[in-house]
């Protein structure tokens, strides 16, 4: 039965999610940390201290990189509680590890629905920067869904503030088995993933997980949409939001990479 986004995660995948990326969160957000470096993302650019925005954090790979990178508040958005609260024990571990004197960043895990929280956690010009990252963008339940929060980041974003997005391309189909896509195994979990194309929008992902009991191998099934996003399309709706896209490239794990910047405040408006 196919469901939406937040049902399944609630279901299905939030209890396996970590595993599923790789088992190690610390690892994830080093490499995110890494990536966002490269891309330029940097606390600097804004307003002090600096303020980011993780929408779709999961975990907290992203929110614990922009934390690595400097920045000072995070806002942690997700519609699912079992990973904010994985990512509320992983910022307390950050507090913990801080160096003697030096001011842990305040990382606040929001549960909400992406859509709409920014102009409801931030104030216009506020935030330096704001990350949708790990295909999140295509959980949304429709297309309209992404000019909106498109616009909705220009408004809180700082000038010259960046905004990061990773998702996947689905809009070129697979054929027959191509569909079957291997996730992650290890000797007690085996994770499947069968893509269904419905329509030029829409692709249905069914999710297979085996695991083993003492029993032997149960399986739990699940679907929900994801979104068939191009590059070319995701680039205009940033420029129709008015912001400028820095980067806009193919990056790690399949994933496409987008970065779009505000405009940097005019010097002669006198602002
Ligand atoms: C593929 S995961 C990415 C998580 C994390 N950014 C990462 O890279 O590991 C997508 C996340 O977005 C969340 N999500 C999906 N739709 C959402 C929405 N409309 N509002 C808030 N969170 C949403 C899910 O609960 C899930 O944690």
Not at 44 to 56: E, I, M, Q, Y
Not at 74 to 88: F, R
Not at 112 to 117: E, F, P, S, T
Not at 141 to 168: C, H, I, M, N, Q
Request: aromatic share 4%.
């Amino acid at each position: 039965m196919t469901t939406s986004a937040e049902v399944h995660y609630e279901r299905l995948l939030a209890a396996h999610y970590t595993w599923m990326t790789g088992g190690d969160l610390r690892s994830a957000a080093e490499d995110q940390a890494a990536l966002l470096r490269e891309l330029g993302v940097s606390p600097g650019s804004g307003p002090a201290p600096a303020r980011a925005v993780d929408l779709g954090c999961g975990p907290g790979a992203q929110t614990l990189a922009l934390a690595a990178l400097g920045f000072f508040h995070i806002t942690a958005v997700d519609t699912n509680q079992t990973l904010l609260d994985e990512l509320a024990l992983a910022a307390a571990g950050t507090r913990r590890t801080a160096a003697p004197g030096s001011p842990a960043p305040a990382i606040r895990p929001v549960r909400a629905d992406l859509r709409g929280a920014l102009p409801r956690l931030t104030s216009p010009g506020g935030v330096s920067a704001i990350v949708c990252m790990g295909d999140t963008l295509t959980h949304l339940p429709a297309k309209e869904d992404v000019p909106a929060l498109f616009a909705d980041a220009a408004r809180a974003l700082a000038p010259g503030g960046r905004l990061v997005v990773t998702y996947r391309d689905l809009t070129r189909p697979l054929e027959g088995t191509a569909r079957f896509l291997p996730v992650r195994s290890d000797a007690d979990r085996i994770l499947t993933c069968f893509l269904e194309y419905r329509d030029a929008d829409t692709v249905e992902v069914h999710d297979l997980l085996h695991v083993r009991t003492s029993e032997g191998w149960t399986l739990h099934t699940g679907s929900y949409p994801k979104l068939r996003i191009g590059a070319d399309w995701l680039a205009d709706r940033c420029r129709d939001a008015g912001l400028e896209v820095v980067h806009d490239a193919p990056g790690p794990r399949g994933m496409r990479v987008l970065v779009a910047a505000a405009p940097a405040r005019d010097v002669s408006d006198g602002s």
